[in-house]
T-cell receptor, first 107, second 112 residues
């Protein structure tokens, strides 16, 4: 069985401060991991995929197989980063989501 | 947006009423998915399809059925809606040749 855990339901960070959203996973195979972002009442948008190792909107995430983690990081938070963030794992033809973290940037 | 649309975007219905939601895609992707989004639960898979007339259950399939008679359309039916099915429903496609899903705009369903 595959599982994704996001331990923080809510996270508040001051503008300009570093951001880290935690994600841990459980999967027997080689994981394909993603971060999605959802702005208020909009569709989910792909933020980044671990295999592409790219940085989108200043966010990065590194896959740590030893700790089974895929934490999302940004060095300097911006007000427009306020949104819901979901970590997800693709396996067995299906995407399994964590329960999400609502990030609020305090001006 | 990967050419994904959903209809209707909003619907209010009464308990016991049948409801059908439609997902339409324009790029001939093989895999399509239906999720529901609820506070505290994230997104949970209801059903998915891996081709015309080929479907399988997700983790929360009870009370839902699906059909896919054409590549571009994936229908989700609530045979007899209940208040517990009040939710936001998202459709998604799996981009061909990748492991990446793209999502539709969502349908907000309220069952009174």
């Amino acid at each position: 069985a595959q599982r994704v855990t996001q331990p923080e339901k809510l996270l508040s960070v001051f503008k300009g401060a570093p951001v880290e959203l935690k994600c841990n996973y459980s999967y027997s195979g080689s994981p394909e991991l993603f971060w999605y972002v959802q702005y208020s009442r909009q569709r989910l948008q792909l933020l980044l995929r671990h295999i592409s190792r790219e940085s989108i909107k200043g966010f990065t995430a590194d896959l740590n197989k030893g700790e089974t983690s895929f934490h999302l990081k940004k060095p300097f938070a911006q007000e427009e980063d306020s949104a819901m963030y979901y970590c997800a794992l693709f396996g067995n033809e299906k995407l399994t989501f964590g329960t999400g973290t609502r990030l609020t940037i305090i001006p | 947006d990967a050419g994904i649309t959903q209809s209707p975007r909003h619907k209010v219905t009464e308990t016991g009423t049948p409801v059908t939601l439609r997902c339409h895609q324009t790029e001939n992707h093989r895999y399509m998915y239906w999720y529901r989004q609820d506070p505290g639960h994230g997104l949970r898979l209801i059903h998915y399809s891996y081709g015309v007339k080929d479907t399988d259950k997700g983790e929360v399939s009870d009370g839902y059925s699906v059909s896919r008679s054409k590549t571009e359309d994936f229908l989700l039916t609530l045979e007899s809606a209940t208040s517990s099915q009040t939710s936001v429903y998202f459709c998604a496609i799996l981009a061909t040749g990748t492991d990446t899903q793209y999502f539709g705009p969502g349908t907000r369903l309220t069952v009174l």
